[in-house]
């Protein structure tokens, strides 16, 4: 036996059969009989042939049958972030069905992260909150590749869904004020987030920032004009809970904090816990996003909910119909207030 790799003639030759009879014991079982399709493995294995190549065979039939997100953020940061796997849950829910896979494309940590776009063998994409200049989407563009958007850029003539963060933390401010609230705070990340202590950073999700002008302009509406905005490092419970604890150490601390995220607001229960402080008695809490572990804290977390699985059932199906030569519509997604236990009247 050479050293070259087998091939599909390399195969047919030895098993005495057609090319077409190759291919079609791997690809089309159906077309032979049972004997004919079990020798002509046999004779595979034996040469060391593993089948055809699946980039070939995509690259013939035009489909890759797999759909890339684009995250802004690292590998590892998407399973640690609960609100990007819901929302990635989302997209899994609508693509496995489909017999679809899923590509992550992220762009932290790349020499060249435009490249993880360029060169990703898919069908189409979903882009996840990146910036509007990313040159990431300008390649894509140039791909000629159907994509939609979520949160962030809006691209003339392809589907977009996302929620108005201003007017959705205005919300979050409304309700505290509505308690009684005059002194407030705000838990935000910085421009700038790190993705692990030490580690790579990134821009911030533009919809994080948004959040913030949000909750203060609807403050200041109510004639509330000082809202102390601390910066966690990152978005996540532990430096929610890092960023809050010395805000809730001031003599004159604040009666209630929103948090630009639940993962943050999380962390400032726990802050608030550490701290001796009841929730609500003591200190309310509103966090953003509205995922599943915000129901089982304690107390039970208020949050403006925008059900990022069902964005991400959503942007998939929308995709998929793109690929078909669909042409479907999505629009803003509109949040719900979701009121629980950890927000009340201040004490007198």
């Not at 098993?15 to 032979?32: C, E, F, I, K």
């Not at 980039?55 to 399973?79: C, Q």
């Not at 809730?248 to 009666?255: D, E, G, N, S, V």
Request: charged letters at 20%; glycine letters at 10%; a neutral charge.
């Amino acid at each position: 036996m050479g050293t070259d790799r087998p091939t599909l003639d390399t195969v047919a030759k030895a098993a005495g059969v057609s090319r077409m009879t190759v291919s079609n014991a791997y690809n089309r079982p159906d077309q032979l009989s049972a004997a004919t399709r079990e020798r002509v493995l046999a004779v595979a294995a034996e040469l060391g042939y593993g089948g055809p190549d699946p980039a070939g065979r995509s690259l013939r039939r035009g489909r890759t049958g797999t759909v890339g997100v684009v995250i802004t953020e690292s590998l590892s940061y998407a399973f640690t972030d609960p609100g990007l796997v819901a929302f990635l849950r989302g997209v899994a829910d609508e693509l496995s069905p489909a017999g679809r896979a899923m590509l992550l494309a992220p762009m932290s940590g790349a020499d060249d992260p435009a490249s993880v776009v360029r060169d990703a063998i898919v069908d189409a994409f979903i882009i996840c909150s990146l910036q509007d200049d990313d040159e990431a989407v300008a390649v894509i563009k140039g791909r000629g590749l159907p994509f939609v958007t979520v949160g962030n850029p809006k691209v003339k003539g392809h589907p977009w869904t996302g929620v108005d963060n201003v007017a959705a933390s205005a919300m979050a401010a409304d309700h505290l004020l509505g308690l009684g609230h005059k002194r407030l705070a705000v838990v935000a990340v910085p421009p700038v987030m790190a993705l692990e202590p030490q580690g790579p950073v990134v821009v911030s999700r533009r919809g994080f920032t948004q959040r913030v002008t949000g909750f203060v302009e609807a403050a200041r509406r109510a004639g509330v004009d000082e809202v102390a905005v601390v910066e966690a490092w990152t978005n996540s419970t532990e430096a929610g809970a890092e960023a809050a604890a010395p805000l809730l150490a001031q003599r004159r601390r604040p009666t209630a904090v929103f948090a630009v995220s639940d993962a943050l607001a999380l962390g400032v229960l726990g802050a608030a816990a550490d701290a001796g402080l009841h929730v609500p008695g003591d200190l309310s809490v509103v966090g953003f996003d509205g995922i599943d572990e915000g129901a089982y804290s304690r107390p039970p977390l208020t949050t403006v909910s925008q059900d990022l699985r069902d964005q991400g059932r959503r942007a998939a199906a929308a995709v998929l119909s793109l690929v078909e030569g669909g042409s479907p519509r999505l629009g803003k997604v509109h949040p719900e207030l979701v009121v629980r236990a950890s927000t009340g009247a201040p004490h007198r």
